[in-house]
């Protein structure tokens, strides 16, 4: 679920494309692995009132850099800190207003990585009007956002997001040929007739473009117009602190150059970091990702990848103020199965524990909500069951993360993996596979091949029985999941696979930095504006709540790129 590509703005203009990965439908909003794009751990000497202990070293500011240490200084209006896709779009959207921008980044020219998919989940667009996408009621998608979070994000902040994502990914486009937006594909779209926006009383609605194709020559052209604006880059130049005024207005950073020198950049209307988050800290990870850390206990540890938290830490050091909660996407709930790619993707099959027993509506809203169920169902494999009509089961899902994409080619591979668990028997699909499929004409035989015995192989088959039962009435009296996701297991074969319980490895964090709806970092106890200072993409917070929980694919990467256009451009418009 994760892509990682090296990109530079040279190769960018070429037009070099990447080919699109997979089953995933979520993008990491963001572009640099490991290390942050625009700073690293270092900053001002201004740590508040945390105290320093051994789990939270990370909270305490190194010494600041002596001036006469500083052998370069610029001017500007903006500084952008970090060109991930929030960077990026910042950096163009700010140059385009008419101010003048100077960007960090940590990253040299010629090795400059982006992480994420490349999916763009949005409303309300012209491409997407011009497809024959339905338009959404903001004020619904809003509502249904706040819904997921747990009313935890920014209201301000989602509301901003949602009246302004079309128009954001018609500007982010806006440099492909006829031909390359022709081809960009709509997941889940068409759609088919069993196909409904509200299940459960969460909506997921159709809009998530798949750029990955052209992604490349995407972000290369939002430097190039941010460039010919009369922008400047500082390739492989970390941020390694921040200045300030004596009121505590962020005025600048100093960053470090290839050649070891710093440079001063001075930002007369503000700074805008957009560093990634900190899920390849595994210090700041423990600490703040307290779910995860309860389901791990004392001695496990957090699956990370992605970001050092270098931008995290500039803001922290600066006076702002942390998300209340800390969440991730992925890495809080547990998979029906352990592999990251189970053949039903979302659908809602029946889900079965190691008691043999059924213990969940398996189709609550979207993955996500779902699978966190099974964080309390004793340890040992939780089993995924359906039948030969699966082709229905799949196409009434929602249009949700790990969905199967099937009006794009998402099934194509599924019968092959069928088959071969029909003529494999009681060796199933295969060693190959992962996970192993298995196939038989009668309940028993399907449970004994995925390790059921005894009392457990009897409430196993005693779940499907029950749930056919449900399944006919239309009403699932035990779990409340919704009649149009209820298929019974009743046509043979029937199939299963088999995981052990196992916890979602984290992509990246969804929390960060407070900010209000203009992406201003907000001070620790005050909550009150940081003068001077912002945060875009996953160094900011204030966006998705308790989870990665959202209406549509690629909200990930559309959010960055939607929030590094408005706070870029909110930023130019200071006096």
Request: hydrophobic content about 35%.
């Amino acid at each position: 679920m994760e892509n990682t590509q090296g990109f530079t703005r040279r190769n960018f203009l070429k037009g070099a494309g990447l080919g699109a990965a997979g089953l995933a439908a979520v993008g990491l909003a963001g572009c640099s692995p490991s290390q942050s794009a625009g700073s690293s751990a270092s900053g001002t000497a201004s740590s508040g009132t945390a105290s320093s202990t051994a789990a939270t070293s990370w909270r305490t500011a190194p010494e600041p850099i002596a001036e006469g240490d500083i052998a370069e200084t610029a001017e500007c209006d903006v500084l952008v800190i970090g060109l991930s896709f929030s960077g990026c779009s910042a950096f163009r959207a700010a140059a385009e207003s008419g101010a003048k921008v100077i960007a960090m980044e940590a990253h040299p020219e010629d090795n400059h990585p982006c992480m994420g998919m490349g999916h763009f989940g949005h409303i309300n667009s012209e491409f997407l009007k011009e497809r024959g996408v339905d338009g959404v009621d903001p004020i619904e998608f809003l509502n249904n956002w706040q819904l997921r979070a747990a009313n935890r994000s920014n209201v301000s902040l989602a509301r901003k997001f949602t009246t302004t994502c079309g128009e954001a990914f018609d500007w982010y486009i806006d440099c492909l040929t006829d031909e390359e937006r022709d081809a960009l594909e709509i997941q889940f779209y068409p759609t088919d007739e069993a196909y409904t926006t509200f299940k459960n009383g969460l909506g997921t609605y159709i809009g998530t473009a798949s750029t990955m194709p052209v992604q490349e020559k995407i972000l290369a052209n939002l430097l190039q117009v941010g460039l010919d604006a009369g922008a400047q880059i500082y390739w492989g130049c970390p941020a390694r602190q921040f200045l300030t005024a004596d009121d505590g207005r962020v005025t600048g950073a100093v960053g470090q150059k290839e050649d070891g020198s710093y440079v001063q950049v001075n930002a007369a209307k503000g700074v805008i970091v957009c560093a990634g988050d900190y899920s390849a800290n595994p210090e700041m990870a423990k600490e703040l990702l307290s779910q995860i850390t309860n389901m791990i206990g004392e001695d496990g540890q957090i699956v990370t990848s992605g970001y050092e938290g270098d931008g995290l830490k500039l803001c922290y050091w600066a006076g702002g103020q942390l998300d209340p909660y800390q969440s991730s996407m992925g890495g809080d709930y547990y998979y029906p199965c352990d592999s990251p790619a189970d053949p039903l993707g979302s659908a809602a099959s029946l889900w079965i524990n190691a008691d043999g027993k059924r213990y969940c509506n398996e189709g609550f809203g979207f993955m996500e909500w779902a699978a966190y169920a099974g964080a309390l169902q004793p340890a040992g494999k939780i089993a995924n069951v359906f039948d030969s009509n699966y082709e229905a089961l799949i196409k009434a899902q929602p249009a949700c993360h790990t969905g199967i994409d099937y009006p794009n080619g998402g099934m194509d591979g599924l019968p092959a993996i069928l088959e071969a668990a029909v003529a494999g028997g009681p060796e199933g699909s295969g060693p190959d596979s992962n996970p192993v499929v298995y196939a038989a004409n009668d309940y028993e035989t399907l449970g004994g091949y995925l390790g059921y015995e005894g009392e457990a192989l009897d409430n196993f088959v005693a779940s499907i029985e029950r749930y056919n039962e449900l399944c006919a009435t239309g009403l699932d009296e035990d779990f409340g999941k919704e009649k149009s996701l209820m298929f019974a297991v009743n046509q043979p074969p029937y199939y299963a696979y088999a995981g052990e319980k196992t916890l979602g490895g984290m992509l990246c964090n969804t929390s960060g930095v407070a900010i209000d709806e203009n992406g201003q970092v907000l001070a620790r106890e005050t909550f009150r504006p940081i003068p001077g200072l912002f945060a875009a993409g996953n160094t900011a917070g204030s966006r998705f709540g308790i989870q990665y929980t959202t209406a549509l694919c690629g909200v990930s990467i559309a959010f960055a790129v939607t929030q590094g256009k408005f706070t870029g451009e909110y930023v130019a418009s200071l006096a």
